[in-house]
C-alpha cells in the first residue's frame, strides 16, 4: 500500500535550519507530485509548496520564498524539505502529502514535530 | 493569499446532518472544481475525504458529500456518527503562485 513515512522530530534554535524527510513506498516515487504542509500547534493547515519527483522542479508559497528549499532523491525514493532562519514561529508538525491527480493531498506521512526554542 | 473562511464549529446530534462551509474566491474556490475536503483527529495527520468537489475516495462513507456553489463549497455529514467528531478541513487550488490555499477549519462535536 501506499506510504509516507517521515524523519523524527527536531529541536533546533532560532536562526538555524532543519531538513525533514519523507520517504515514499507502494508506488512509483516519479509518478506523482509531492506536497509539503504545516501545522503550528493548535492552527490550521497552511500549505508550503510542491516538488515534482520526477524532474526536480518546485513551486513554493509566497510566504515560504528564499527560506525552503525541496528536494528529492530518486535512488531513495525520498523527498526533503529544509526550511532556514527558523524563528519561533515555525515551530509545527510538518507533513508531507501526495498529490492525487490534480488537486487533493492523498495520503499523508504521519507528520514530523519541529521545535524553534533557544 | 488568505485562508479561506469556515466557521469555528459545527455540532449536532447522532443521527443529524451538518453542513460546513468553506467560502473563497473566484481566483480559488469559484475559479476551479478543485476543492477538497480533509478529517483531522487529534494527534492524526489529515484524512481525505472528498476531491474535486464531490467525488468520494474509495472507503469514505457515503454519508459525507461535498457540493459548490459561486465562490462557496459545502461538505455535508448526513447521519451523524460518533467517530465524525474531528476537525475539518477545505481546500482548493488558487490562481496565484502559492498554489493551493486551506480553510480555517471546523471543529465538529457531536452532542
Known amino acids: 500500500q501506499v506510504q509516507l513515512v517521515q524523519s523524527g522530530a527536531e529541536v533546533k534554535k532560532p536562526g538555524a535550519s532543519v531538513k525533514v524527510s519523507c520517504k515514499a513506498s507502494?508506488?512509483?516515487?516519479?509518478?506523482?507530485?509531492m506536497h509539503w504542509v504545516r501545522q503550528a500547534p493548535g492552527q490550521g493547515l497552511e500549505w508550503m509548496g510542491i516538488?515534482?519527483?520526477?524532474?526536480?522542479?518546485?513551486s513554493y508559497a509566497q510566504k515560504f520564498q528564499g527560506r525552503v528549499t525541496m528536494t528529492r532523491d530518486t535512488s531513495t525514493s525520498t523527498v526533503y524539505m529544509e526550511l532556514s532562519s527558523l524563528r519561533s514561529e515555525d515551530t509545527a508538525v510538518y507533513y508531507c502529502?501526495?498529490?492525487?491527480?490534480?488537486?487533493?493531498?492523498?495520503?499523508w506521512g504521519q507528520g514530523t514535530l519541529v521545535t524553534v526554542s533557544s | 493569499q488568505s485562508a479561506l473562511t469556515q466557521p469555528a464549529s459545527v455540532s449536532g446530534s447522532p443521527g443529524q446532518s451538518i453542513t460546513i462551509s468553506c467560502t473563497g474566491t473566484s481566483s480559488d474556490v469559484g475559479g476551479y472544481n478543485y476543492v477538497s475536503w480533509y478529517q483531522q483527529h487529534p494527534g492524526k495527520a489529515p484524512k481525505l475525504m472528498i476531491y474535486e468537489v464531490s467525488n468520494r475516495p474509495s472507503g469514505v462513507p457515503d454519508r459525507f458529500s461535498g457540493s459548490k456553489s459561486g465562490n462557496t463549497a459545502s461538505l455535508t455529514i448526513s447521519g451523524l456518527q460518533a467517530e465524525d467528531e474531528a476537525d475539518y478541513y477545505c481546500?482548493?487550488?488558487?490562481?496565484?503562485?502559492?498554489?493551493?490555499?486551506f480553510g480555517t477549519g471546523t471543529k465538529v462535536t457531536v452532542l
Open positions: 507502494g508506488y512509483t516515487f516519479t509518478s506523482y507530485y
Open positions: 516538488i515534482n519527483p520526477s524532474g526536480g522542479s518546485t
Open positions: 502529502a501526495r498529490e492525487g491527480s490534480p488537486s487533493w493531498f492523498d495520503p
Open positions: 481546500s482548493s487550488y488558487t490562481s496565484s503562485s502559492t498554489l493551493y490555499v
